[in-house]
């Protein structure tokens, strides 16, 4: 009781009742990227990644074309030694670039994006899911990761997904295996989740940890299950988050 709204949701459903309101956080152009981290699974369910992976830790959502990879986009090229542990071929993931208003650096864990005299930060979330195939023609891990200059004095991404569907912004928080129904987080974060998948190279994936990083990320995290309760969920503002979801969206 009295904590505000939750995350993860289906961001298919715009319905909520949760009566705290706090301010949207800026576009994340306008904020430090503090940490990268990803979800074996993905924590939110949408139009793209709709099929159930069961309940606890290790459940969540994968993404609608799970079933459809050949042989050869689900031959793991580390045969299961890769260093990133916990991913493998054929596995969905959801990935989330956490934005900061704090004058901080990227670096490890949410911890990241606070300080001492940034306590209280406007946070944003882009979050995208991923559906990990053996093959070099996909998407590359390390073109969204974290280029060391800053760019017009923020801390960014080389990019950010494009072409996965128009984002669903909502008002929640931060989420991982340690939240549920029962335990909620005070932490209050601006969400975009792009509702379409895209097929992701696991070798690019496994470079980015075999370089080392400044995350310090070389696993997948576990997930907090899908929270439906009308009392967790803040209302979603509809004309910004309609979009064609029944036209399926790739990237190239």
């Avoid at 993860?8 to 940490?35: H, Q, T, Y």
């Avoid at 990935?95 to 005299?117: I, N, T, Y």
């Avoid at 989740?193 to 576990?222: M, T």
Wanted: charged share 20%; glycine share 10%; hydrophobic share 30%.
């Amino acid at each position: 009781m009295g904590y505000g709204p939750q995350s993860p949701r289906d961001i298919a459903g715009f319905e909520g009742v949760n009566e705290r309101v706090f301010a949207r956080a800026p576009a994340a152009a306008s904020l430090n990227l503090c940490n990268i981290h990803l979800h074996t699974n993905a924590e939110h369910k949408a139009p793209g990644f709709s099929i159930s992976a069961g309940s606890g830790e290790h459940g969540g959502y994968k993404c609608n074309d799970s079933d459809q990879l050949s042989p050869e986009e689900l031959d793991d090229p580390a045969h299961g030694f890769g260093p990133f542990k916990g991913v493998k071929p054929g596995d969905t993931i959801e990935v989330h670039w956490v934005f900061s208003s704090c004058d901080v650096s990227p670096g490890e864990g949410l911890g990241s994006c606070l300080s001492k005299s940034c306590s209280n930060p406007a946070l944003r979330v882009e979050a995208q899911t991923f559906l990990v195939a053996n093959d070099p023609k996909a998407l590359d891990f390390e073109s969204f990761t974290h280029r060391s200059e800053q760019s017009s004095g923020y801390h960014q991404p080389p990019a950010l997904p494009e072409g996965t569907g128009t984002p669903v912004v909502y008002l929640g928080s931060t989420t991982g295996p340690k939240y549920d129904l029962s335990t909620c987080s005070p932490l209050q974060v601006t969400w975009s989740v792009r509702p379409q998948c895209a097929k992701l190279d696991i070798s690019s994936l496994y470079r980015w940890a075999e370089k080392g990083n400044v995350f310090r990320e070389n696993h997948a995290h576990g997930v907090r299950q899908l929270v439906t309760a009308p009392q967790l969920l803040s209302p979603v503002e509809q004309a910004v988050a309609v979009t064609r979801w029944d036209q399926p969206l790739s990237v190239e």
